[in-house]
């Protein structure tokens, strides 16, 4: 597991040098690597006789805006992680038929995606499925399949009155009364408290499975 997260973090510094929609294979790790574009893109894993097929798809293939549709096929043993780096735009993720992956004992396939700006949705397979739909304000959805599931969602802190539970009440400068004022007493300010507050509400289905679990991360400030 830690060599898989590894791996990870390694795919994602190069995301950045990454080509616009691409398939890349890495055969010494046995991972490919999905690009898609800043339109919305779909990433479909499926399996064609006894080899995996990756297609990523646009709904109108545009070379202007250097998109097309490309696929490519691999042998049971070649290929044990997808990684889809969905860029912008709202892009999907889906295992085609899931129960042909178990039927033809290729179950092990694990999927990742890293989405962006836009609604991401990843259908996962029979293996560990990982979702991480980006920090902005839109929902992701993800439903996972009969291992272990993630899916990451994004938090901010946000200071609330402790008592009320409010944002403006934590703000508001308390009132002065003439008695408390000549005495040189003064209300109380209000007591803060900083809370964890979801940046959106999502959507998961984990099949209620109980190895699944929800990756909370902080948002970056704009």
Excluded at 3 to 24: D, E, G, M
Excluded at 75 to 86: A, K, M, P, S
Excluded at 118 to 132: I, N, R, T, V
Excluded at 206 to 211: H, I, L, R, V
């Amino acid at each position: 597991m830690k060599r898989l997260f590894a791996v990870l973090c390694l795919c994602a510094l190069a995301w950045t040098n990454a080509p616009a929609q691409s398939i890349v294979y890495d055969e010494v790790n046995q991972i490919v690597t999905v690009t898609g574009t800043d339109l919305d893109d779909e990433c479909k894993i499926s399996i064609d006789g006894d080899e995996f097929k990756i297609k990523l798809t646009y709904p109108e293939p545009d070379d202007w805006n250097h998109t097309d549709n490309i696929k490519q096929e691999f042998e049971f043993d070649e290929l044990v992680l997808v990684i889809f780096f969905g860029l912008r735009g709202d892009d999907v993720c889906f295992f085609d038929d899931v129960e042909d992956f178990v039927d033809e004992g290729a179950d092990h396939l694990v999927s990742v995606q890293y989405g962006g700006e836009g609604e991401d949705m990843l259908f996962g397979g029979p293996a560990s499925d990982y979702l991480d739909g980006g920090d902005d304000n839109v929902v992701d959805v993800l439903f996972g399949g009969g291992s272990n599931d993630t899916f990451v969602r994004y938090y901010i802190n946000k200071k609330v009155d402790a008592d009320h539970g409010t944002l403006e009440s934590a703000m508001q400068k308390p009132k002065f009364s003439a008695k408390k004022s000549f005495s040189r007493n003064v209300e109380p300010e209000p007591e803060v408290k900083v809370i964890k507050m979801p940046l959106v509400d999502k959507f998961v289905d984990f099949n209620e499975a109980e190895s699944d679990f929800i990756h909370w991360q902080l948002a970056q400030p704009e």
